[in-house]
């Protein structure tokens, strides 16, 4: 089992560009999450997924989009990146239910200039 | 809503014991995590404790529980330099339907040799 694998790793973007983030499991899990991680402030959620179809707003949602057309992927969008989007990027995700274990992605560290 | 609060850095000496502290404000919630950062990597769970419990000890981890003035800790006996990482708490946000966690903003602990 590769667990949670995230793509790219790496990304430099001009202000203004888009990009999609990928996200995928191979853990049959419902439920799934993307944080931002910046210096000093620790892990933010940004939106979560409790099953294909379904997404909804965490924390910080604010110039993202997030799509769960299938179980085992979660995208996350930036329409038109801004200087404030530079941060890395984790997905996790983890069985149905209020408890469990949340399994993290690598990350994708993200440079918006 | 709900908050976490931990130290930002810790620094001991090889073969020392490590306590990192955190404190939460949500008093529903029933499991408490630890997860650990190491460099360039995504997070992975270190251990947790369920709120009916005061004290977990699993090998070199002991995981202190106090409701009262919810509180937490972990201790790490004979500290490694390994052991070298970021430390975050989490516990359940929205009442844990979802498996939303807020994290705190993490704890670096350094191991000196």
């Known amino acids: 089992n590769a667990g949670v694998t995230q793509t790219p790793k790496f990304r430099v973007l001009k202000t203004g560009q888009s990009m999609t983030l990928l996200c995928a499991q191979d853990?049959?899990?419902?439920?799934m999450y993307w944080y931002r991680q910046d210096p000093g402030m620790g892990l933010r959620l940004i939106h979560y997924?409790?099953?294909?179809?379904?997404?909804a707003k965490g924390e910080v949602p604010d110039g993202y989009n997030v799509s769960r057309l299938k179980k085992q992927n979660f995208l996350l969008g930036l329409e038109s990146a801004a200087p404030s989007q530079t941060s890395v990027y984790f997905c996790?995700?983890?069985?149905?239910?209020?408890?469990?274990?949340?399994?993290f992605g690598p990350g994708t560290r993200l440079t918006v200039l | 809503g709900e908050d976490v609060e931990q130290s930002l850095f810790l620094s001991v000496r090889e073969g020392d014991s490590s306590v990192i502290n955190c404190t939460y404000t949500?008093?529903?919630?029933?499991?408490l995590y630890w997860y650990k950062q190491e460099p360039g990597a995504g997070l992975q769970l270190l251990t947790y404790?369920?709120?009916?419990?005061d004290m977990k000890q699993d090998q070199r981890l002991t995981v202190l529980l106090n409701k009262k003035d919810k509180h937490l800790s972990l201790r790490i006996a004979d500290t490694q330099t390994g052991d070298s990482a970021i430390y975050f708490c989490?516990?359940?946000?929205?009442?844990?339907?979802?498996?939303?966690?807020?994290f705190g903003k993490g704890t670096k602990l350094s191991v000196k040799p």
């Open positions: 996790a995700s983890k069985v149905a239910g209020s408890a469990g274990e949340q399994f």
């Open positions: 853990m049959n899990h419902e439920y």
């Open positions: 997924s409790v099953g294909e179809g379904t997404t």
């Open positions: 949500d008093s529903s919630s029933t499991y």
């Open positions: 404790i369920f709120s009916n419990m």
């Open positions: 989490a516990v359940p946000n929205y009442g844990g339907s979802q498996g939303n966690l807020i």
